[in-house]
């Protein structure tokens, strides 16, 4: 592994990224330092099973090994990003809903198939990888990331390494039960944070409490983004769920703070593009919940849909061993001061 890295000239090795997610994979060929040289989209359709999905990945990546080499590019390894549980260690999506994986040794597969060292990630860890080593996090040691979306999971990040837990499953801050008279979580329990605040729950409140009022057009669900629209135009009942869904946010990241005592928490996915609509109360509500803890920053999220693929690629150039990040990340330190 070293030696197909170390024999290659400096400036043109390349990573193959891919983030695979329930309806797309994200995909690239990214330079040491970040940089993406070339972008692909392909559609998952994870319809037609985990084994099709898989022959998918791999062709995917095969591809993109053609088209460095092709370029005179010399790729080094392969990162892939898998949501549910990821047995990093070993190199296995162990289980997810969206792609239909149980069990799948996907680095053993790729390996196999591709010859090049590989590493498999969880879309959220990788994710929060990327914002902590090249995006809003850039520049802090300890970095809390936490995706808002249809679910909410967060990725604990120190040293730019993001920890996996024994079992794959760490930074499920979206099963922190908030509210034990709430409404139940698809994990089947009550008042979990994301079944108060993830934005389906928000659009889900919503409706609920506006009746048949609530919907513009009839069939179609509100989102979390037209309640925050609603709630910034001064709507009473918008402005009461989402600031329920801050207060549920607030208590789920003082837990978070009080866990891990980090610098800086990330916000993305979805909800975060409500932008200073969330940031504004959320950090009052945050401030008010601070006892002895120090206040973390509070910013939005840089790398938007990127992230997964970049972190993906993080994760491909610390399997090859390739640390040309951390020297621009050095570098920009420099530049900042
Ligand atoms: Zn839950």
Redesign the pocket.
């Not at 208590?251 to 979805?270: C, P, R, W, Y």
């Given at each position: 592994m070293s030696g197909a890295v170390n024999g290659a000239v400096s400036g043109d090795r390349v990573v193959v990224a891919l983030d695979v997610g329930g309806t797309g994979m994200k995909c690239a060929l990214v330079r040491p330092d970040g940089v993406a040289v070339r972008t692909e989209r392909h559609p998952t359709d994870a319809a037609r099973g985990p084994a099709a999905v898989i022959d998918t990945i791999l062709d995917v990546a095969d591809g993109l090994i053609g088209k460095a080499r092709a370029d005179g590019l010399t790729p080094v390894a392969i990162g892939i990003a898998v949501p549910g549980v990821v047995d990093e260690a070993r190199g296995v999506a162990v289980w997810s809903a969206n792609v239909g994986f149980r069990d799948v040794p996907l680095r053993d597969l790729a390996v196999t198939r591709l010859g090049l060292p590989t590493a498999l990630g969880h879309d959220v860890r990788v994710g929060g990888l990327a914002e902590a080593r090249l995006g809003a996090g850039r520049g802090a040691d300890h970095v809390l990331f936490v995706a808002i979306g249809t679910g909410i999971a967060a990725a604990h990040v120190v040293d730019g390494v993001a920890a996996v837990g024994a079992h794959g499953a760490a930074g499920e801050i979206?099963?922190i039960m908030v509210r034990p008279d709430g409404p139940r979580?698809?994990?089947g329990?009550p008042g979990?944070l994301?079944?108060i605040a993830s934005a389906a729950a928000i659009g889900r409140r919503y409706t609920e409490l506006a009746g048949d009022g609530a919907e513009q057009t009839p069939g179609a669900a509100v989102t979390a983004a037209m309640v925050a629209e609603r709630a910034a135009a001064g709507e009473p009942l918008a402005a009461r769920v989402w600031q329920e869904a801050v207060e549920a946010l607030a208590d789920g990241l003082a837990t978070g703070q009080a866990l891990f005592d980090v610098s800086t928490i990330v916000l993305g996915g979805g909800l975060a593009q409500a932008g200073d609509g969330l940031l504004g109360p959320l950090r009052a509500a945050l401030h008010e919940r601070m006892t002895f803890h120090r206040e973390p920053r509070l910013v939005a999220a840089a790398l938007g849909d990127e992230a997964g693929c970049l972190g993906a690629a993080l994760l491909a150039l610390d399997a090859a061993g390739v640390r040309d990040t951390d020297a621009a990340r050095v570098l920009d330190h420099q530049e900042e001061r």
């Amino acid at each position: 592994m070293s030696g197909a890295v170390n024999g290659a000239v400096s400036g043109d090795r390349v990573v193959v990224a891919l983030d695979v997610g329930g309806t797309g994979m994200k995909c690239a060929l990214v330079r040491p330092d970040g940089v993406a040289v070339r972008t692909e989209r392909h559609p998952t359709d994870a319809a037609r099973g985990p084994a099709a999905v898989i022959d998918t990945i791999l062709d995917v990546a095969d591809g993109l090994i053609g088209k460095a080499r092709a370029d005179g590019l010399t790729p080094v390894a392969i990162g892939i990003a898998v949501p549910g549980v990821v047995d990093e260690a070993r190199g296995v999506a162990v289980w997810s809903a969206n792609v239909g994986f149980r069990d799948v040794p996907l680095r053993d597969l790729a390996v196999t198939r591709l010859g090049l060292p590989t590493a498999l990630g969880h879309d959220v860890r990788v994710g929060g990888l990327a914002e902590a080593r090249l995006g809003a996090g850039r520049g802090a040691d300890h970095v809390l990331f936490v995706a808002i979306g249809t679910g909410i999971a967060a990725a604990h990040v120190v040293d730019g390494v993001a920890a996996v837990g024994a079992h794959g499953a760490a930074g499920e801050i979206g099963h922190i039960m908030v509210r034990p008279d709430g409404p139940r979580c698809g994990c089947g329990r009550p008042g979990c944070l994301e079944a108060i605040a993830s934005a389906a729950a928000i659009g889900r409140r919503y409706t609920e409490l506006a009746g048949d009022g609530a919907e513009q057009t009839p069939g179609a669900a509100v989102t979390a983004a037209m309640v925050a629209e609603r709630a910034a135009a001064g709507e009473p009942l918008a402005a009461r769920v989402w600031q329920e869904a801050v207060e549920a946010l607030a208590d789920g990241l003082a837990t978070g703070q009080a866990l891990f005592d980090v610098s800086t928490i990330v916000l993305g996915g979805g909800l975060a593009q409500a932008g200073d609509g969330l940031l504004g109360p959320l950090r009052a509500a945050l401030h008010e919940r601070m006892t002895f803890h120090r206040e973390p920053r509070l910013v939005a999220a840089a790398l938007g849909d990127e992230a997964g693929c970049l972190g993906a690629a993080l994760l491909a150039l610390d399997a090859a061993g390739v640390r040309d990040t951390d020297a621009a990340r050095v570098l920009d330190h420099q530049e900042e001061r």
